[in-house]
């Protein structure tokens, strides 16, 4: 793989390859390169990728034969791990997946090991639900598929190479704060902002 680090395109290839790929071949598209990661859980992606999480994690373990709890769970472990590690080499610099149910959890839970600043989009058909709970407290970038993803047509194909290009541009955006310095936590609500504004001046003036 190029030392250029690569955008990761992680999802259930197993039920949502073409989509994936989809996402991939945009992304190569725009001059970036991509690290494919089959995560599903029923059965080894139907086309090649980069790395099979499924053949890695689920296919030879026999805890979670016969437990779709249990290989959902031990997926989301294995993913989190490996995909820390990825970024930590400077081997991905961001994560994009697309899925219903059950692929907006495995992916989003992955994206909830990547740091703050590291793109994270996810394109879900479940995203105009409530999703406090998915998102908590990440930068993960929840895009409605609007249709179903069952392939790719005139409806999602649009909705997904949005989405190839959004991460595009987070990957490739360099803006750093001009100082480090230490940080205070500061919560407020909306009633109580003048109070929080007053107190962020003086802080401020604290260095």
Not at 81 to 86: G, M, Q, V
Not at 149 to 155: A, E, H, I, T
Request: charged fraction near 20%; proline fraction near 5%.
């Amino acid at each position: 793989m190029d030392t250029k680090p690569a955008i990761a395109v992680v999802g259930t290839f197993d039920s949502k390859a073409e989509e994936h790929l989809f996402l991939k071949d945009r992304i190569e598209q725009m001059g970036l390169d991509v690290l494919t990661v089959n995560v599903g859980t029923k059965n080894p992606s139907p086309l090649p990728v980069d790395l099979d999480f499924y053949k890695l994690f689920i296919e030879n373990n026999p805890a979670v034969q016969g437990s779709r709890d249990k290989a959902i769970a031990a997926m989301i472990d294995a993913a989190r791990t490996r995909i820390k590690k990825l970024h930590a080499a400077n081997e991905i610099a961001g994560m994009i997946s697309a899925g219903g149910g059950t692929g907006t959890h495995i992916a989003t839970s992955v994206m909830h090991e990547l740091p703050l600043g590291v793109p994270k989009v996810m394109v879900s058909t479940v995203a105009s639900r409530n999703m406090a709970k998915t998102v908590g407290t990440k930068d993960i970038t929840m895009i409605h598929s609007v249709a179903d993803l069952l392939g790719v047509n005139s409806v999602s194909g649009r909705i997904l190479d949005k989405a190839a290009a959004g991460i595009c541009g987070m990957v490739q955006s360099s803006w750093q704060p001009d100082h480090n310095k230490k940080r205070i936590a500061l919560p407020f609500f909306g009633f109580i902002t003048p109070g929080a504004e007053a107190t962020r001046h003086a802080l401020e003036k604290l260095g």
